[in-house]
């Protein structure tokens, strides 16, 4: 008797694992992110010459991103989505009154995986996008001399990032670190048309909807 309760709980127990892992395996849903933060930027040939020569202060200011994300039935701890992420920039001060505002903005395929969480909603998760298309501007003027300048350039770019996913109250967060590289080409003055890099790492927290 004792033996053939224990097998039919051990049945009843492999039937109820099995329905929840049938039912994360088949799960499918998209969810909103909103994220604003904080990041510094790095410059390499083509905008670095004239930062360095202008003594300016470090390069940084205000992060902003909206994605949407989907969970595809059958693909478990992944998610994957579109991005929007933009910098707007703080000024950067040299000598002799100069200013500098570096922004960008990109849009980008983006996937999250999440590796301790089946269903890909909460937890550690570790991230990559690709931006397909990003655009950089440069704000320069000089107050003492009224000298004012604007450039443009467009390219791709690769972010790496880190993150984890929690709840307050009914509230569901997301917090973490994203590491940006991008290659533009455009028209640089005093030097013409030219490919540069630059790079850009920054704290970010937001909202899941």
């Known amino acids: 008797m004792k033996n ?21 395996d088949t799960l499918s849903f998209t969810v909103g992110e909103f994220k604003v933060g904080w990041g510094n930027s790095t410059f390499g040939n083509g905008l670095k010459e004239q930062y360095e020569a202008g003594n300016f202060s470090t390069s940084g200011g205000f992060l902003a991103s909206i994605a949407a994300y989907h969970k595809f039935k059958k693909i478990n701890h992944v998610t994957f989505g579109l991005k929007f992420k933009s910098l707007g920039a703080t000024p950067s001060r040299g000598d002799n009154n100069q200013e500098m505002f570096f922004n960008y903005w990109g849009a980008a395929l983006s996937t999250k995986y999440y590796p301790f969480d089946k269903t890909a909603r909460k937890g550690l998760f570790v991230q990559g996008d690709i931006f397909f298309v990003t655009q950089f501007t440069q704000k320069y003027r000089n107050k003492a001399t009224n000298d004012y300048a604007h450039q443009f350039a467009i390219g791709n770019g690769l972010a790496f990032s880190s993150g ?21 080409t455009g028209e640089v003055q005093g030097i013409g048309k030219k490919t540069f890099g630059s790079s850009n790492l920054g704290v970010m927290v937001g909202v899941k909807f």
């Open 164 to 184: 984890y996913d929690f709840e307050v109250g009914k509230t569901k967060m997301v917090v973490g670190v994203e590491y940006q590289i991008d290659s533009r």
């Open 4 to 24: 053939t309760n224990f097998l039919v709980i051990a049945i009843m127990f492999a039937q109820v694992n099995l329905f929840a892992q049938t039912k994360e």
